[in-house]
Every structure is written in structure tokens, then in C-alpha cells.
């Protein structure tokens, strides 16, 4: 995945001797575009990003504003491992506790149990494990939207340096 647009949180704008009237004029005039509610990044970068890189950013954003680490699964660790997806989604993350909690500001929350999940770390965010990750797409999605997943994940992906599953 190319360098994505580094993110400006509304929170750090005093460290860019930002005010709140700033972020919103730069807005406004397209030099910034506000991709989650109190992040910000460059606006033509975000403009020429496909739509699968937008998710990426809308996932890092989503981590960015947590107030503890999240997990990421389905669709969006997908879209961290570089398994192809079809069709527009919500932000994804797990939550282990089955109290209710609510999905909201664009993050759909599912719940497992904390036993048998394995978490890794991939470039800075923590996700279900590719073989998790691709099984929960089968199991939540239609037929016709997981066959992409669990047939990419049938071939090495060398650019990422993976090997094939099983």
C-alpha cells in the first residue's frame, strides 16, 4: 500500500499553532478534509486515494481516537492484512465484553470471547489473525462477498511476504 496521508488529530492543533476556526476554514477551502470527528488529514491526498485506502486511513483514524487499543476484525483487519473485500463498510472492531455496548461514530463493535481470538500487531494496529480474520468474513457475509477473501488467502502473497493457508 503507497504512503497514506498522515492524520492531524483535532486535539495536537495547538502543536500546528492551530485553533478550532483554522481547522474549520482549511476544511472548507479543501486543504484539509475531516475523515472522523476530530481528525483531519490533506485533503487532495485524501481526493486521490482509491477506496480501499480511505478505509485504511478510516481504520488508523478510528485507533487514533480510542481511548484504549482497539481489535480490529472482519473487514478492517482484512483490509490491514491486504486481503481483498467487496462492497463498503463500517470500521470494524471486537469487543470481549457482551454488556450491550453499543456501535457508534462510525465503528461497528462485535463481541467475542477473549479465549480463542489471537490478536497480532500489524503495522501498528492490533487485528484478528488472518485465519480468523477470513473465517469471520465467511460467516458474516454472503457467499458471494467472502469467496474473494478465502480464495486470496489460498496464495502466497508475496508483496507482504505470506504464505498460503490451508
Known sequence: ????????LSRD???????PDDLSRRVRSGGLARIRH???TDGPGWRKLKPWERYRLLIQAAAETFEKPA???R???ACVW???????HPVQALTFKNDGGRSRAGVSRHFAPRDGVRVVEREGLLVTDRARTV???AAFVPFTEAVAPMDHVLRPDKGRRLPAMT
Open 1 to 8: 500500500m503507497p504512503d497514506l496521508p498522515l492524520l492531524l
Open 13 to 19: 492543533r495547538h502543536f500546528h499553532g492551530l485553533t
Open 38 to 40: 476530530g481528525v483531519y
Open 71 to 73: 481489535v480490529f476484525c
Open 75 to 77: 473487514h478492517s483487519s
Open 82 to 88: 491486504g486481503i481483498p473485500t467487496i462492497g463498503h
Open 135 to 137: 473465517l469471520d468474513l
